[in-house]
């Protein structure tokens, strides 16, 4: 199957209502982290601010329940918390043109209204079947290998088994990995496969308990903080496969995100929810694709982050975002909370990554 990407099709800036919009107002931010009355909260959408006549300006990277703020001839997206006293604010809760600000909701195209009016398995769940999405998947990954950026949003259950973890490993190799976000468990457990051959001090291939193994993962972030980094400890020999391992040996950017229950936490584990949350946005801004897997909170959280379009090489097109999960949860959360674009696959995680390493070329038990 090939991928094509979807072509993005521009407002239509000719129509009276656009034509004949005012321009944006701004006005400027009280205090610091404090917008004015009446700010303009931005959607996963594209949305034009008009800053002079004939100009309708597009910000590169946007996020939703954010503000605009101008920039001289450019615009940006802020969180509330990053306002300066003073700075430009966009005013105005029209989305249509009205206040100079346009929303564009139909840039990739409007789902068209199906032949049948009835029909029974419309939504996914576990028994829908998804062999061509499947297929649609490894051709998106092809693409996006030379022609995009794949973030990966890994929770620790994809190192908990000895298949699931190879098979990340293998696409890690292979060029399929931009990024990695993550948490502190995926690290630490990912570590402790490569040192003990367990997870959480069970055996990751025969699922057999390890005598006095609920030490291992504790051991492992003792270990590495006496080193001072997961870095060194690659260097030191301490770690010698893994996810971890990989990341660094191709260098891969990865963000792992502290949780209030972590425990150590390894070095490199961000322990403020801002710095990590700020560190996190840096990422998704540059995604093209985001596959989440297995981790409600770090999915949830990637989702809100992640605006439905990317503006890449100077190109407008669209951001692929996919859940995998046991559980519909994590995809209709999102969609509640307005990142519609997120589509969910409805497995165990061990089960999708040796599927999708293994139709990408790869085997998971390579290495």
């Not at 004015?36 to 800053?51: G, R």
Request: proline share 4%.
């Amino acid at each position: 199957m090939n991928f094509t990407l979807p072509a993005y099709r521009d407002p239509d800036f000719s129509v009276p209502e656009l034509r004949d919009a005012p321009v944006a107002r701004f006005e400027p931010a009280p205090a610091n982290g404090v917008a004015p009355a009446n700010y303009h909260a931005t959607s996963i959408f594209p949305e034009y601010i008009h800053l002079s006549p004939g100009n309708w300006v597009l910000p590169t990277h946007s996020r939703m329940d954010c503000v605009v703020v101008r920039e001289g001839e450019a615009v940006a997206v802020r969180e509330f918390r990053n306002l300066r006293r003073g700075d430009a604010v966009a005013v105005g809760r029209g989305e249509n043109g009205e206040d100079g600000i346009f929303v564009h909701t139909e840039g990739f195209g409007a789902a068209g209204e199906d032949a049948e009016k009835f029909s029974f398995r419309r939504s996914v769940s576990r028994e829908t079947a998804f062999s061509v999405d499947y297929d649609e998947l490894y051709a998106l990954l092809r693409h996006e290998r030379d022609h995009g950026r794949i973030v990966w949003v890994l929770g620790p259950a994809v190192v908990f088994d000895f298949d699931a973890r190879k098979a990340m490993v293998g696409l890690i190799r292979r060029g399929f990995v931009h990024a990695v976000l993550a948490g502190n468990a995926l690290a630490v457990h990912d570590l402790e496969g490569s040192m003990f051959g367990s997870a959480l001090g069970q055996d990751i291939y025969f699922r057999r308990g390890r005598r006095l193994g609920h030490y291992n993962h504790l051991d492992v972030i003792n270990a590495v903080r006496g080193i001072g980094s997961i870095e060194g400890a690659i260097a030191a020999g301490l770690v010698t496969d893994g996810v971890m391992h990989a990341l660094h040996a191709r260098g891969v950017p990865y963000v792992l995100a502290g949780s209030i229950r972590d425990d150590g936490p390894l070095p490199e584990t961000i322990a403020g929810a801002y710095e990590a949350q700020a560190r996190m946005r840096a990422v998704t801004a540059e995604a093209t694709t985001v596959i989440a897997l297995a981790t409600q909170l770090h999915s949830i959280a990637t989702g809100n982050l992640t605006p439905s379009y990317a503006v890449w090489q100077g190109r407008v097109r669209p951001v692929y975002f996919y859940c995998v999960d046991m559980s519909d949860f994590v995809t209709t959360k999102l969609a509640n909370r307005g990142s519609l674009g997120a589509r969910g696959v409805l497995t165990n995680v061990q089960d999708f990554l040796v599927t999708v390493d293994r139709g990408l070329g790869g085997e998971c038990r390579e290495g």
